[in-house]
T-cell receptor, first 111, second 110 residues
């Protein structure tokens, strides 16, 4: 599993509340990614990080922010959750051969 | 992702038949093309990949081909088995980001 853990694994939250998802890695990889997975859309990139305090936007970044204050942790925050952000969220790292390894995923429901 | 188109979205084959999934990409700078298999409720897992300096790569029943001129790459699964049933994603790596296709749901009928 490339030492990647996501928390929480499941969350139900109310519209308008902030939500933070955590991705933790144990193998010191430089690149980390947040994706969301929705039926018919595959995996869409939200934000990614190329080092501590270095982040950039992906395809679907509106309504999301990220932070990376330590190499091992990459946080995704939904500033004010909406029903359109109900999804499965996957964190990934870029491994030593250049491939992506994924965390177990977080199922988020916004009611 | 918008950079990668994947077809078909669903594919049903009889056990023992072959399955082919195709992807096209738009940016000629892309140089790495992995394929992922995702079983229901699980995370995507890498099954095979190809780099832009190679035209074909095989791993037992799975092969990937790459046509850089036409900007398309394909996954070939031979002698399909029921345990091959899953969703498959192609991806391209470009400027430090992975862009994924929309997925193909493969159903292998016993």
């Amino acid at each position: 599993d490339a030492g990647i853990t996501q928390s929480p694994r499941h969350k139900v939250t109310e519209t308008g509340t902030p939500v933070t998802l955590r991705c933790h890695q144990t193998e010191n990889h430089r690149y980390m990614y947040w994706y969301r997975q929705d039926p018919g859309h595959g995996l869409r990139l939200i934000h990614y990080s190329y080092g501590v305090k270095d982040t950039d936007k992906g395809e679907v970044s509106d309504g999301y922010s990220v932070s990376r204050s330590k190499t091992e942790d990459f946080l995704l925050t939904l500033e004010s959750a909406t029903s359109s952000q109900t999804s499965v969220y996957f964190c990934a790292i870029k491994g030593d051969r250049g491939e992506a390894f994924f965390g177990q995923g977080t199922r988020l429901t916004v009611v | 992702g918008e950079n990668v188109e994947q077809h078909p979205s669903t594919l049903s084959v009889q056990e023992g038949d072959s399955a082919v999934i195709k992807c096209t990409y738009s940016d000629s700078a892309s140089n790495y093309f992995p394929w992922y298999k995702q079983e229901l409720g699980k995370r995507p897992q890498l099954i095979i990949d190809i780099r832009s300096n190679v035209g074909e790569k095989k791993d037992q029943r799975i092969a990937v081909t790459l046509n850089k001129t036409a900007k398309h790459f394909s996954l070939h699964i031979t002698e399909t088995q029921p345990e091959d049933s899953a969703v498959y994603f192609c991806a391209e790596y470009n400027f430090n980001k992975f862009y994924f296709g929309s997925g193909t749901k493969l159903n292998v009928k016993p």
